[in-house]
């Protein structure tokens, strides 16, 4: 059973929340969101926001509070083989309340599929279904992403 290692990211001026599914194996390594190189969430969101490359957890986090994005994910703990999110069983759902009751969230997307699922079954809520970031999503192109991920924009204007 792992169990999701990191806090939500977000504040009181936090207008949407992204969620993945659950922290990959290089992301609990390297102890922060999206860190496998090869994973095009940091890139999508500094070219959307037209922000130079992010370097650091604090320029992550910096980036994300000034554009008013919550980050967190959708399971809290589950079973998972490696970064599978299909291997992905015994799911337990993160508790949303404090990110919800704190902050001014207007829409939820979730970053791919698994994430999707796993808010529509656990949370009772229809989140904004995005297409994955990660490497395993492959058929995307970062154009491709670039342009479906847009819709996030929208809610922070």
Same mark, same amino acid.
């Given at each position: 059973?792992?169990?999701?290692?990191?806090?939500?990211? !977000?504040?009181? +001026?936090?207008?949407?929340?992204?969620?993945?599914? !659950?922290?990959?194996?290089?992301?609990?390594? %390297?102890?922060?969101?999206? &860190?496998?190189?090869? =994973?095009?969430?940091?890139?999508?969101?500094?070219?959307?926001? @037209?922000?130079?490359?992010? =370097?650091?957890?604090?320029?992550?986090? %910096?980036?994300?509070?000034?554009?008013?994005?919550?980050?967190? @994910?959708? &399971?809290?703990?589950? @079973?998972?083989?490696? +970064?599978? %999110?299909?291997?992905?069983?015994?799911?337990?759902?993160? /508790?949303? =309340?404090?990110?919800?009751? =704190?902050?001014?969230?207007?829409?939820?997307?979730? /970053?791919?599929?698994? &994430?999707?699922?796993?808010?529509?079954?656990?949370?009772? !809520?229809?989140?904004?279904?995005?297409?994955?970031?990660?490497?395993? /999503? &492959?058929?995307?192109?970062?154009? @491709?992403?670039?342009?479906?991920?847009?819709?996030?924009?929208?809610?922070?204007?």
């Amino acid at each position: 059973m792992q169990i999701h290692p990191f806090k939500p990211i !977000f504040n009181k +001026s936090s207008k949407i929340l992204i969620l993945g599914s !659950f922290p990959s194996v290089r992301s609990r390594l %390297d102890g922060f969101y999206y &860190a496998h190189k090869q =994973n095009r969430f940091w890139k999508v969101l500094s070219l959307l926001f @037209d922000e130079p490359k992010l =370097n650091n957890v604090k320029e992550k986090v %910096d980036f994300l509070l000034r554009h008013r994005v919550a980050l967190y @994910d959708a &399971a809290f703990s589950c @079973d998972v083989k490696g +970064s599978s %999110d299909s291997s992905m069983k015994n799911i337990f759902p993160t /508790n949303l =309340n404090r990110i919800f009751e =704190n902050a001014k969230i207007e829409q939820v997307f979730a /970053n791919g599929v698994r &994430a999707y699922i796993i808010c529509k079954k656990f949370h009772k !809520f229809e989140p904004v279904k995005l297409p994955s970031t990660s490497p395993a /999503n &492959a058929k995307y192109k970062l154009e @491709d992403l670039l342009e479906e991920w847009k819709i996030i924009l929208k809610y922070l204007e």
